[in-house]
């Protein structure tokens, strides 16, 4: 089995999340997902994703306030 078979780039990870997969990059590049970086490309180990998907609550931003 090779090593790369226990790991998932952006567009796998953003499946299984279901969200976009610029929220995934931007999660990798903040370190809230743990994730290597090879060249140009995110790698994500699934165990971690798992363990990630299951506390992961994907809210959309701050509310906007109207003005009057």
């Known amino acids: ?3 790369w078979d226990n790991y998932l780039n952006v567009i796998e990870a953003s499946r299984r999340l279901r969200v976009h997969p610029e929220t995934v ?6 370190g809230d997902l743990p ?11 699934k165990d971690t994703l798992d363990n990630f998907a ?7 931003g ?3 306030k109207l003005m009057m």
């Open 1 to 3: 089995m090779p090593v």
């Open 35 to 45: 994730a290597t970086k090879i060249h140009n490309t995110w790698l994500i180990n």
């Open 25 to 30: 990059k931007r999660l990798c590049r903040q």
């Open 62 to 64: 701050a509310r906007k």
């Open 54 to 60: 299951g506390t992961y609550n994907p809210s959309r």
